[in-house]
């Protein structure tokens, strides 16, 4: 967990610094195209220097906050999908418990949370499973 959270904030330092050269190089090519890009005849500047700049945000808005959310929602539903009976889970709501049974038509988990306390859960509700229940080979 604690490996995660210096990846991210690498990633963030990162990201700060990457935006900060690609916003410091369109302000170049702007400039650039500005000085260059109009003649004395009245042109107008080429059409792939005025797109590029937003062509250059778009992959850094990509790289940067739709990949890792896309990745971030698909490890969480891997992790749904893969709920089984015996795992130990944490829900939404901080309950913490144990599967006793899985109603997979309704989507419906039956987590015990104490000693003949029963309650149903959705499986969207669990954020994490706390310890998965070792599979016999």
Do not use: W
């Not at 990846?7 to 410091?24: E, H, Q, S």
């Not at 009245?42 to 059409?47: I, V, W």
């Not at 039956?110 to 994490?128: L, N, P």
């Amino acid at each position: 967990m604690k490996t995660r959270n210096v990846r991210n904030l690498k990633l963030k330092k990162m990201g700060t610094g990457v935006c900060f050269f690609i916003l410091n190089f369109v302000f170049h090519i702007q400039e650039a195209a500005a000085m260059g890009g109009q003649t004395g005849t009245g042109e107008q500047p080429n059409m792939l220097v005025t797109m590029l700049p937003f062509v250059l945000m778009f992959v850094v808005m990509y790289f940067l906050i739709i990949r890792p959310q896309h990745k971030k929602q698909k490890d969480q539903q891997t992790m749904i999908d893969a709920l089984k009976k015996g795992d130990k889970v944490v829900t939404s709501g901080g309950v913490h418990g144990t599967i006793t049974n899985v109603k997979d038509k309704e989507g419906i988990l039956v987590v015990q949370v104490a000693k003949d306390v029963q309650i149903e859960v959705s499986r969207g509700s669990i954020t994490k499973v706390a310890q998965a229940k070792e599979s016999k080979k």
